[in-house]
């Protein structure tokens, strides 16, 4: 059983994304899974230029984008949980919704009315079964984070796949100082990985688990008046 993970942070393994995301693929290895991580900003996947829906009219399932894909397209098709990760960039940074952008080819666009929504299915052969988003932002509320929300769920019910939830860290920057965890952060860094190890064992992420990862560490005025220092 199989997990890839795609980092979209433009810091890579030097930023907050990369630390929960490292929590939560030690949680999932721990229930059994290998686990394959790629970062966007290395893999620098092409826009999705075609303009002729190439992979579901000519060759379903093929994207003519020739570049550093193609090789990857095979390990997402392999692996049960696709998790995205990416820091809040207005709404999230380019290399990411590049690589959202293109994977098109996973949906077969034969269609049903899904709670009065149309919806695709997932192509034959990929077995894909969840898809989580991480991330991570640097403003005090969770609210931030519903873009890019939206953006992942959609993409998960396109395709008719369980979107598992979204593990996001608001003011993400006041769980370290100086670079290591707090007391509270390595309580949520706990946290998210039992969240992979949970991810694992059941479609969705238990909600409490979730919030907790996420709560407030300090009021929304302090940041505020901190922020503005």
Known sequence: ????????????????????????????????????????????????????????????????????????????????????????????????????????????????????????????GWKTEKILLVSTGGWWEKENFDTLIRIVRELAENASVVFSGALIRPHVHLMFDRGDPTDEGKEILLKVEEAGCELVRKETIDDDLLKFISRPLISHETFVEMWNR
């Not at 826009?47 to 984008?65: A, F, L, N, R, V």
Request: charged share 20%.
């Open 1 to 124: 059983m199989k997990a890839i993970a795609f980092n979209g942070s433009p810091r890579m393994e030097r930023g907050y994304t990369s630390r929960l995301l490292s929590s939560l693929l030690k949680g999932i290895q721990s229930a059994g899974y290998d686990t394959e991580l790629f970062y966007t900003n290395t893999s620098s996947p092409l826009p999705c230029t075609c303009g002729s829906m190439h992979c579901w009219d000519i060759e379903p399932g093929i994207c003519c984008m020739k570049d550093s894909m193609q090789p990857i397209y095979q390990k997402i098709k392999e692996s049960e949980i696709l998790v995205l990760a990416a820091p809040v960039y207005i709404p999230l940074p380019g290399e990411m919704q590049n690589l959202i952008n293109r994977l098109c080819p996973m949906i077969d666009p034969v269609l049903s009315i899904v709670d009065g929504r149309t919806r695709a299915k997932l192509r034959a």
